[in-house]
């Protein structure tokens, strides 16, 4: 378990699986990204790969291309 810094509670690792079903996007697409580095991944004590769902959010939010106009 990981702790967050806003709320000092757990945030669960998840599967790449998980994260991708919970998110709606394809494994593969999610696969790619942690494989590039685009996304941080986890392997604790030589287990499967974990993501941070709020890890993989910071990246999409962070490639937002347009967006609401001020004005």
Do not use: H, W
Not at 4 to 26: C, M, N, R, V
Not at 28 to 55: F, N
Not at 58 to 70: L, S, Y
């Amino acid at each position: 378990m990981s702790y967050t810094s806003k709320t000092d509670t757990p945030e669960e690792f998840l599967t790449i699986p998980q994260a991708a079903g919970l998110l709606g996007i394809p494994t593969t697409t999610l696969r790619r990204a942690v494989k590039c580095g685009i996304v941080p991944s986890y392997r604790p004590l030589g287990q499967r790969v974990r993501v941070r769902l709020s890890e993989i959010i910071a990246v999409i939010e962070a490639q937002k291309v347009g967006g609401q106009r001020d004005g």
